[in-house]
């Protein structure tokens, strides 16, 4: 897996550019993706998932592509705004005997600039 | 507003105190989780539970111990916890395994 180091990845951008933020999965046999926002004093929150057999999905203002080859997930955001500012993370669901083991990668800090 | 509930939000408590943290939700989910997260450091997964059974505990020591009394509630029993067991403890819940997970907004331990 990921190793975790001291320093969380930050990536600076100003309002209304675009966002790319990238992360790099372990297992090759997780088959569920999913990218979350974790705002300072809260939990996690959802925003976008993607399943094995796709490899791009869109929401709103949203787009996770998926590239099984190098085990690469990336989360695109349109016109970041100031409250897209978080802690983002992607999570790979890897099966384990009948269940399964989610795993988050290290998280990666928007500064969104007004 | 977050629709898994946890409390306390703050527990400070000393190294021979025995307490517990509760998780509720009532979305229907027959799939909760209990993490640990750092400061600045992604969630661990501690514990999975489905239909109410544990189906994962990921080496987690016996000094913490999950409780599922039914398809709404979890929760974790702390005792002779050490310093560096303080963080954030999150539960979150899913329709399923391998859905995506409704997150609470954490319990903060502090271990003296």
């Known amino acids: 897996g990921e190793s975790v180091g001291l320093h969380l990845p930050t990536l600076s951008v100003q309002e209304g550019d675009n966002s790319i933020i990238n992360c790099a999965y372990s297992?090759?046999?997780?088959?569920?993706f999913i990218w979350y926002k974790q705002e300072s004093g809260k939990g996690p929150q959802f925003i976008i998932d993607?399943?094995?057999?796709?490899d791009k999905r869109q929401g709103q203002r949203v787009t996770v592509l998926l590239n099984k080859t190098v085990k690469h997930l990336s989360l695109q955001i349109a016109a970041t705004q100031p409250g897209d500012s978080a802690v983002y993370f992607c999570?790979?669901?890897?099966?384990?005997?009948?269940?399964?083991?989610?795993?988050f990668g290290r998280g990666t800090s928007l500064i969104v600039h007004p | 507003d977050t629709e898994v509930t946890q409390t306390p939000k703050h527990l400070v408590m000393g190294m021979t105190n025995k307490k517990s943290l509760k998780c509720e939700q009532h979305?229907?989910?027959?799939?909760m989780y209990w993490y640990k997260q750092k400061a600045k450091k992604p969630p661990e997964l501690m514990f999975v539970?489905?239909?109410?059974?544990?189906?994962i505990n990921e080496s987690v020591p016996s000094r913490f111990s999950p409780e599922c009394p039914n398809s709404s509630l979890l929760n974790l029993h702390l005792h002779a916890l050490q310093p560096e067991d303080s963080a954030l403890y999150l539960c979150?819940?899913?329709?399923?395994?391998?859905?995506?997970?409704?997150f609470g907004d954490g319990t903060r331990l502090s271990i003296l």
């Open positions: 979150a819940s899913s329709q399923d395994l391998n859905q995506p997970q409704h």
């Open positions: 993607i399943r094995s057999n796709m």
């Open positions: 297992n090759s046999a997780s088959d569920y």
């Open positions: 999570a790979e669901n890897r099966g384990s005997g009948g269940s399964y083991i989610p795993t």
């Open positions: 979305m229907g989910h027959r799939a």
């Open positions: 539970y489905s239909y109410e059974k544990l189906s």
